[in-house]
């Protein structure tokens, strides 16, 4: 499944890229000053004679403390224009019924209707997920995978700290050492939830050779705090350079920089982790942009183009 989604999103990138970039109509420039307190302005998605519709998002949307989801029911200012469709003359709130048909949000609903199917197996108010990720830990003792979202449950096992595997130099091993990955199925109150963590670096390694006593991480179901959790930026077919302030592709979007200067894409990966939500991540950048970047990876000697 997640080859045929990797294959999809580049189909519909350079689509994708191509739309971010066109010229937003006359009219957006004064609906501006409608848009209601508490609300950010994204893209204005479609306008029907003297009718324009621009996608609005709670201001909270990209706080770690009130995280947007892909799941709930949106909203848009639909916007009175004046006959010759230039300017806006009022504008009302309304729920938005649906996703325009030249948004890609239409092409990944199904995706996401799948993950939703899922949340009654998931302990109340998770919010499900799909990303690759790993641990960032470095406690000798391991990164603690527990129970429920709290440190006050208990601990089911460990995840390894990054591993420096020595083979006489035929090791890939890189020189902060390998990272035990996973994936993350669900995040509740600065917590996430994983399954499936792999030995570090034993898909990077021979495995003829890969050494019986290596640190074997817990790789049942359980939380992790999200600081302790890092990814790499993957191709979510979403436009490259920034972030979404909203998990939504006509959210407003806010240019970003990788952590050697330049603007991000699928070469290295956020400074901070935050939620997620669905396939989207809620990152913070290098320069300190927080936002959602569709699709996280936890591939460790290339990037996940």
């Given amino acids: 499944m997640r080859v045929l989604r990797l294959v999809a999103a580049a189909m519909l990138c350079v689509v994708t890229q191509a739309r971010a970039d066109d010229t937003e109509p006359a009219w957006r420039a004064s609906a501006l000053a409608m848009v209601p307190a508490g609300f950010v302005a994204g893209t204005a998605y479609r306008t029907d004679g003297s009718t324009g519709y621009l996608a609005v998002y709670p201001a909270t949307s990209n706080d770690p403390k009130t995280p947007a989801s892909v799941f709930a029911a949106r909203q848009a200012l639909v916007v009175t224009l004046t006959p010759d469709a230039t300017r806006a003359v009022s504008a009302e709130l309304k729920p938005r019924t649906g996703p325009d048909p030249d948004n890609d949000d239409t092409d990944f609903a199904k995706l996401h209707a799948d993950l939703a199917a899922k949340r009654s197996s998931l302990l109340d108010g998770t919010e499900p997920c799909d990303l690759g990720a790993w641990s960032i830990d470095k406690d000798p003792s391991g990164l603690n995978v527990r129970a429920e979202p709290s440190v006050k449950t208990r601990v089911l096992g460990t995840l390894p700290p990054p591993y420096r595997l020595k083979l006489g130099g035929s090791e890939n091993t890189p020189d902060g050492g390998w990272l035990t990955e996973f994936r993350i199925i669900g995040f509740k109150d600065g917590w996430f939830l994983i399954e499936g963590a792999k030995p570090p670096g034993k898909d990077y390694e021979d495995d003829k050779r890969y050494p019986r006593s290596a640190p074997k991480p817990y790789a049942g179901r ?72 569709r699709s996280l990876c936890s591939n460790q000697v290339t990037n996940c183009s």
């Fill in 222 to 293: 359980g939380w992790v705090a999200s600081n302790k959790v890092g990814a790499a930026y993957a191709n979510g077919a979403t436009r490259m350079g920034g972030l979404f302030q909203a998990p939504f592709v006509d959210a407003k979007w806010m240019p970003a920089q990788r952590e050697l200067g330049g603007a991000i894409d699928t070469d290295g990966g956020p400074k901070r982790l935050l939620a997620c939500s669905g396939l989207w991540g809620l990152v913070e950048s290098h320069d300190g942009v927080r936002g959602w970047w």
